[in-house]
């Protein structure tokens, strides 16, 4: 099993940045793809950033890309999701999800993840 903590969230400007972390504990997560998703408040959870087991593969949501950078240090067992320009169309629960199996064909895909965190919230003001 994997355990998932998310943190860093938090109410902050637009045009502001956050770093969000997300800690597992339980088994190195050395193996596993990682990803990011988001759910704001009335929609579906959605695909937000996905990092390969060894770091060299990124993918983002169109409307993320070039503002939000992920990354994972596997030998603190944590992946980051850095957030530059934050709009108030990014005001929304953030998780973090990891699977093992998942290929990177199916990064996008939340039903290839077996492991989610509980969220962390961020809202964005204008």
């Known amino acids: 099993q994997v355990q998932l903590v998310e943190s860093g969230g938090g109410l902050v400007q637009a045009g502001d940045s956050l770093r969000l972390s997300c800690a597992a504990s339980?088994?190195?997560?050395?193996?596993?793809?990682m990803a990011w998703f988001r759910q704001a408040p009335g929609k579906e959870r959605e695909f937000v950033s996905a990092i390969a087991w060894s770091g060299g593969n990124t993918d983002y949501a169109d409307s993320m890309r070039g503002r939000f950078t992920i990354s994972r240090d596997n030998a603190k067992n944590t992946i980051y999701l850095q957030m530059n320009s934050l709009a108030t169309g990014d005001t929304a629960v953030y998780y973090c999800?990891?699977?093992?199996?998942?290929?990177?064909?199916?990064?996008?895909?939340?039903?290839?993840?077996?492991?989610w965190g509980q969220g962390t919230q961020v809202t964005v003001s204008s």
């Open positions: 339980g088994r190195t997560i050395s193996g596993y793809t």
């Open positions: 999800a990891a699977s093992l199996r998942v290929p990177w064909s199916g990064r996008v895909f939340q039903s290839v993840y077996a492991y």
